[in-house]
């Protein structure tokens, strides 16, 4: 990831929530992505947004009750 040029989104969901997670690793043009998938319209909310030491910004959200 080029510095200052990223965004890293964390998500925090509850234990049992319905996902599935997708690791690109081994794909050709893996660059360190990964990818949740929920369900359509999965209400999330945001608990968190900073920049890290590099200049990305972190985005944390979560699963909303």
Known sequence: ???GRGLIM???LPRGARAAF???EGVETD???QEIVLPRNTP???TQ????SQ???I???RMKP
């Open 1 to 3: 990831m080029q510095e």
């Open 44 to 46: 999330m909310e945001a």
């Open 59 to 61: 985005l944390e959200v």
């Open 10 to 12: 964390k998500i925090h």
């Open 22 to 24: 997708i690791d690109a």
């Open 31 to 33: 660059r360190g992505y």
């Open 49 to 52: 947004a900073r920049l890290d």
């Open 55 to 57: 200049g990305n910004k």
